[in-house]
C-alpha cells in the first residue's frame, strides 16, 4: 500500500526547534523524490524543500536558512529539522512523494508557534 505518514508536529515556542518525520511505503520511496509541503490556514499548500533519491537537496530560498531536509534509506525515513521558528511558520506539513505525474501525500502533521 502506497502510504506517507508523518509525526513530530506540536506546539513549540518562537525560536524554537522542531524535527517532522515521515514514514513511507517502500513502493513511493525507493527511487522517488521526497518533499515537505506546508499548508498555513487559509492558505495553499506550498513546497518547502525537497531531495532526490540520490540525496540532493533544494529548499525554497526564502526559508533554506530555517528548513533542513534528509531521508534514511535503511528506515525509509524522510525529516525536516525546523529551526529559529516564528509563528508565522504556523501550519500543517505534509510530506510528498512524486513518480512522473503521480503525488503521494500524507495527512500531515500541525507545527503551532506561539509567540
Known amino acids: 500500500q502506497e502510504s506517507l505518514v508523518e509525526s513530530g508536529g506540536g506546539l513549540v515556542q518562537a525560536g524554537g526547534s522542531l524535527k517532522l518525520s515521515c514514514e513511507a511505503a517502500?513502493?513511493?520511496?525507493?527511487?522517488?523524490?521526497m518533499g515537505w509541503y506546508r499548508q498555513a490556514p487559509g492558505g495553499s499548500r506550498a513546497i518547502i524543500a525537497r531531495?532526490?533519491?540520490?540525496?540532493?537537496?533544494t529548499s525554497v530560498d526564502s526559508v533554506q536558512v530555517r528548513f533542513t531536509i534528509s531521508r534514511d534509506h535503511a528506515k525509509n525515513m524522510v525529516y525536516l529539522h525546523l529551526n529559529s521558528l516564528t509563528p508565522e511558520y504556523t501550519a500543517v506539513y505534509f510530506c510528498?512523494?512524486?513518480?512522473?505525474?503521480?503525488?503521494?501525500w500524507g495527512q500531515g502533521t500541525q507545527v503551532t508557534v506561539s509567540s
Open positions: 510528498n512523494s512524486s513518480r512522473g505525474p503521480y503525488h503521494y
Open positions: 517502500t513502493s513511493i520511496f525507493r527511487g522517488n523524490p
Open positions: 531531495i532526490t533519491r540520490a540525496g540532493a537537496e
